[in-house]
């Protein structure tokens, strides 16, 4: 089965910039998306098929699939963008959707 | 925007049944996938199947095959997730979500405890 690996977790300052990355076979073949969630609260679609954003989320959220890895960056990071985010593909070879481990975002 | 509101926390035994409701609305509840999520405490999010209405095509996780089952009802605009034979381990939150090619709207979640 098709396994995704992120980074268990990214510290990052006030108005820096967070880069969670989102690894897997081939996975420049595959539409990434990924999911923002807060501490008991349901995941929120941040970006969906690599690097296209939901109305409402912010331009500061964007990422890319070029090849191993695909990349959220989360640019001049505010406190509210602390939360766990999961990146998520469609396996084509069973059918199944897939979930990353999570990436826990910290900001100092 | 999509909304998906489901039904309240739930307790079950070892080795009964849960089920667990979303309803839909604010969209063509016919036209897209609904997919279960779970979330055990503390950990990340594990797909365990998808539903289509109006016909009820189901596609499970291996893992949950033979214990789950997913059923839709048109004239509610509801899916229905059971999971039975429950164990310790099945407590989680369980979301249900809507596809748009991706999960873009999801309900609350639904706490399921499973306890003697």
């Known amino acids: 089965s098709y396994v995704l690996s992120q980074p268990p977790s990214v510290s990052v300052a006030p108005g820096q910039t967070a880069r969670i990355s989102c690894g897997g076979d081939?996975?420049?073949?595959?539409?990434v998306h990924w999911y923002q969630q807060k501490p008991g609260q349901a995941p929120v679609l941040v970006v969906y098929d690599d690097s296209d954003r939901p109305s409402g989320i912010p331009e500061r959220f964007s990422g890319s699939n070029s090849g191993d890895p695909a990349t959220l960056t989360i640019s001049r990071v505010e406190a509210g963008d602390e939360a766990d985010y999961y990146c998520?593909?469609?396996?084509?070879?069973?059918?199944?959707?897939?979930f990353g481990p999570g990436t826990k975002v910290t900001v100092l | 925007q999509a909304q998906l509101v489901q039904s309240g926390a739930e307790v079950g035994k070892p080795g009964a049944s849960v089920k667990v409701s979303c309803k839909a609305s604010?969209?063509?509840?016919?036209?897209?996938?609904i997919h279960w999520v779970r979330q055990a405490p503390g950990q990340g999010l594990e797909w365990v199947g998808s539903i289509k209405p109006p016909r009820g095509g189901t596609n499970y996780a291996q893992k949950f095959r033979g214990r789950v089952i997913m059923t839709s009802d048109t004239s509610t605009t509801t899916v229905y997730m059971e999971l039975t034979s429950l164990r310790s381990d099945d407590t989680a939150v369980f979301y249900c979500?809507?596809?748009?090619?991706?999960?873009?709207?999801w309900g609350q979640g639904t706490l399921v405890t499973v306890s003697s």
């Open positions: 081939n996975i420049g073949l595959k539409s």
């Open positions: 979500a809507r596809e748009l090619g991706f999960p873009d709207s």
């Open positions: 604010e969209y063509t509840f016919n036209n897209y996938f």
């Open positions: 998520q593909v469609w396996d084509s070879s069973s059918d199944h959707y897939v």
